[in-house]
């Protein structure tokens, strides 16, 4: 299995509600990542868990929430987001670290957001 | 917001031809390097990776060549196809992190012509 899953595959908020999107993954990967996708843009990176712990936030402002409930989920909390965060959300996961020497990142068909 | 007129770079090829798409990085300390393809409305996909201690690979109708001196990363097709057709972004990783930063280019589209 080298799926990683997202869930929803589409969501529309408004700026008050409070959502979260899901990602899974079976392939014992100990990294996970976020990235958001503007329209024409290359993904930027959000957040990366390693082993399960919060390693690297890329100043992401803090109505984005990001939560690792074990090793093969990984959640993202939204609330009171702006229209300009309606964007494509890509989740990644990989073997993480030099000592597997693994640095391909998998990604998931990733959550299209519209914020209204 | 997005900016009016913002466009990626378009490689536009005949089918069977051989295309060759480009990218400068810009951190010397990267040593891996990867090609995703992206298509529509899809998560990027891997294709090839490279490793800084190498100048060239090969895999299934692909070609990544590596020229660290000028810092230019490039992926060839062979034979393109119309499924080929998609976004083609590089990506570079500097140094070992407990999660690994990659850090993309622009982006530049393939459009395989019948």
């Known amino acids: 299995d080298t799926e990683v899953t997202q869930t929803p595959k589409h969501l529309v908020m408004g700026m008050t509600n409070k959502k979260s999107l899901k990602c899974e993954q079976h392939?014992?990967?100990?990294?996970m990542y976020w990235y958001k996708q503007k329209a024409k843009k290359p993904p930027e990176l959000m957040f990366v868990?390693?082993?399960?712990?919060?390693?690297i936030n890329e100043s992401v402002p803090s109505r984005f929430s990001p939560e690792c409930p074990n090793s093969s989920l990984l959640n993202l909390h939204l609330h009171a987001l702006q229209p300009e965060d309606s964007a494509l959300y890509l989740c990644a996961s990989s073997h993480g670290g030099v000592w597997t020497g693994a640095y391909e990142q998998y990604f998931g068909p990733g959550t299209r957001l519209t914020v209204t | 917001g997005e900016s009016v007129g913002l466009h990626l770079p378009t490689l536009s090829v005949q089918e069977g031809d051989n295309s060759i798409i480009n990218c400068a990085y810009s951190n010397s300390a990267s040593d891996y390097f990867i090609w995703y393809k992206q298509e529509s409305g899809k998560g990027p996909q891997f294709i090839i990776d490279?490793?800084?201690?190498?100048d060239k690979r090969q895999g299934q109708r692909v070609t990544v060549l590596l020229n660290k001196t000028v810092k230019h990363l490039s992926l060839q097709i062979a034979a393109t196809q119309p499924g080929d057709s998609a976004v083609y972004f590089c990506a570079e990783i500097e140094g070992h992190h407990a999660g690994n930063m990659l850090t993309f280019g622009g982006g530049t589209r393939l459009m395989v012509k019948p």
């Open positions: 868990y390693s082993y399960e712990k919060l390693s």
């Open positions: 392939m014992g990967h100990r990294a």
């Open positions: 490279i490793r800084s201690n190498m």
